[in-house]
């Protein structure tokens, strides 16, 4: 079992939709989870990260962690084309990430 | 955040060459650094972990005498890769760390290594 699983898409939706990405993990030692965007070749950027359980927001984005199923959600609201790119979460620990394969997001004008 | 900055962002070499990459910190001191590999619709795989004056730490199934690391300043961390294969081709991304939490990580824009 990956520690970090998330289904890798592609997910397309309209723009103005509300889009939803996923990951579970398998440790529950970390506490610290984030959510990455990556544009085509090029390095991924912190778009969130949550400590322990909870909602947190930022603008059109909302990221949750349910530590009792060990689930971690972007919502992403008024979705844009700009926002087209690879999600990815990642569980931190002792300075190291721990990256699942990443959802490609499609958002079609 | 902090900015980073990789060279080259592709190159192709020939089997059996060398290659090395470099990653610039442009605007913090980086003591600790750390290099990925990303194969095509993969995640990122920490390969190491580089410390500036110090050896890197190498995570488990990465060759060392193959991914040569330097972190000979804290602005700047090298990686070689020796007796490049094709199965080598990748992209390689360096990140820096610039504080206590795990998110503090800042990315570089990556490089991609086509070996012929």
């Known amino acids: 079992q990956k520690e970090v699983e998330q289904d890798p898409g592609p997910l397309s939706v309209p723009e103005g939709a509300i889009v939803s990405l996923n990951c579970t993990y398998s440790?529950?030692?970390?506490?610290?989870f984030m959510w990455y965007r990556q544009y085509s070749r090029k390095g991924p950027e912190l778009l969130m990260y949550t400590y322990s359980s909870g909602n947190k927001e930022d603008g059109r984005f909302t990221a949750q962690v349910d530590k009792s199923s060990k689930y971690i959600s972007l919502f992403i609201r008024d979705s844009q084309p700009s926002d087209s790119a690879t999600y990815l979460c990642?569980?931190?620990?002792?300075?190291?990430?721990?990256f699942g394969t990443g959802t490609r997001l499609l958002v079609s004008p | 955040g902090a900015v980073v900055s990789q060279h080259p962002s592709w190159v192709i070499c020939k089997s059996g060459t060398s290659v090395k990459i470099e990653c610039r910190s442009l605007?913090?001191?980086?003591?600790?650094m750390f290099w990925y590999r990303q194969f095509p619709k993969q995640s990122l795989m920490l390969m190491a972990t580089s410390n500036e004056g110090s050896k890197a730490t190498y995570e488990q199934g990465v060759e060392k005498d193959k991914f040569l690391i330097n972190h000979a300043s804290l602005t700047l961390s090298t990686l070689t890769v020796t007796s490049a294969h094709p199965e080598d081709s990748s992209f390689y991304i360096c990140s820096l760390f610039s504080g206590a939490e795990s998110y503090e990580q800042y990315f570089g824009p990556g490089t991609r290594l086509t070996v012929t």
């Open positions: 605007d913090f001191q980086a003591t600790t």
């Open positions: 440790n529950s030692a970390f506490q610290y």
């Open positions: 990642a569980r931190g620990g002792f300075q190291k990430l721990v």
